[in-house]
């Protein structure tokens, strides 16, 4: 469910309400009492095109089959002793949010659960709680890695950001810019190509076209505006292609993602945050999914926070949380 005190709660109501299937197909994990007043926000007017939902709860997945027509069903997942104030950064709320995280990765690791799909957390509020991970990607990773007993960095995973017409995976996620730079090594960039080229075999492309970006303005113009392309990207791309991955680049950084745009290619490999996602962002936040590359089960997640600003009001839109739902049940054979 996310956050507890973000949009999580209601946009999963709403999609439910927007997508009667979901009913047969879907479990929440999360806090009944706050999906509850969830269904309470979201409560449709007397002339809206959205169904009438209520909500069962169940102690386990096994128990969908048993969920009569017309409920969400809702596993409790977490212990919240008492409600969280919408849109209120806490320690109560990010310790909900990172329980619900572990039980439903225990359960897609466990072969119980196709896919996961998570709905916005709060990093404040996790590191409040005490958890020791900046975001959804790092944790499952950690979670992932410890169920096959071992260490983090024998599981990589990247982020890969998708909305109509243009994806983009990421050398590195939520570091520093600093740390961003330091982390553009010829290993990182290879593995996210390898990564990026093994998630869309799996997903049936047979040859991906993957665009490597450049690190620097114009790809570093031969050199004259550094040598990060020169020493590392362009070596990690000829590595690739020598494996037989339809690579290519470095690419200007500032042209590259409009051609992914036009078709060029079938997916950018940027090299640090805000260089891919900006542009994904800029095109499709409403239609935007994350997607965990490398983890052993399908993960994806809507495109936007927690919204605090609206939480609570039933305003937020649950667009982006449907098209991370359709993107795992796609990715799962659902």
């Not at 499709?284 to 809507?302: A, D, I, K, W, Y």
């Amino acid at each position: 469910m996310g956050d507890p005190a973000g949009i999580g709660p209601e946009i999963i109501a709403k999609a439910f309400r927007e997508r009667p299937a979901l009913q047969g197909q879907v479990v929440v994990a999360g806090d009944v009492g706050t999906m509850h007043q969830a269904l309470r926000v979201t409560a449709a007017e007397p002339d809206s095109a959205c169904h009438p939902l209520m909500l069962a709860e169940v102690g386990a997945l096994s128990d969908l089959d048993a969920v009569p027509p017309g409920c969400m069903a809702v596993a409790q997942a977490c212990s919240l002793p008492r409600p969280v104030i919408p849109g209120q950064v806490s320690a109560e709320a990010g310790l909900a949010a990172a329980d619900c995280i572990r039980w439903a990765a225990q359960a897609a690791l466990s072969g119980q659960a196709r896919a996961l799909v998570t709905a916005p957390i709060h990093k404040e509020a996790l590191s409040a709680a005490g958890v020791d991970h900046p975001g959804h990607t790092e944790m499952l990773q950690a979670l992932a890695a410890a169920h096959a007993g071992l260490p983090v960095s024998a599981l990589p995973v990247r982020m890969m950001l998708s909305c109509p017409g243009l994806s983009t995976v990421l050398v590195s996620i939520h570091v520093s810019l600093q740390h961003a730079l330091k982390a553009v090594t010829l290993d990182q960039v290879l593995q996210t190509i390898r990564i990026t080229d093994a998630h869309f075999r799996r997903a049936g492309l047979a040859a991906p076209r993957i665009a490597v970006a450049g690190l620097n303005p114009h790809a570093g113009e031969g050199g004259l505006f550094g040598r990060e392309e020169i020493e590392t990207i362009a070596p990690a791309v000829a590595q690739a292609q020598r494996e037989g991955v339809q690579t290519s680049g470095p690419y200007a950084p500032d042209t590259v993602f409009m051609r992914a745009r036009q078709g060029a290619f079938d997916v950018v490999v940027a090299m640090y945050h805000d260089q891919g996602l900006i542009p994904v962002k800029l095109m499709g936040l409403e239609h935007g999914v994350n997607t965990t590359l490398g983890l052993p089960f399908v993960r994806t997640s809507p495109d936007h926070g927690t919204a605090f600003d609206i939480a609570g009001t039933g305003r937020a839109s649950a667009t982006s949380l449907l098209a991370a739902i359709d993107a795992a049940l796609a990715a799962s054979g659902g």
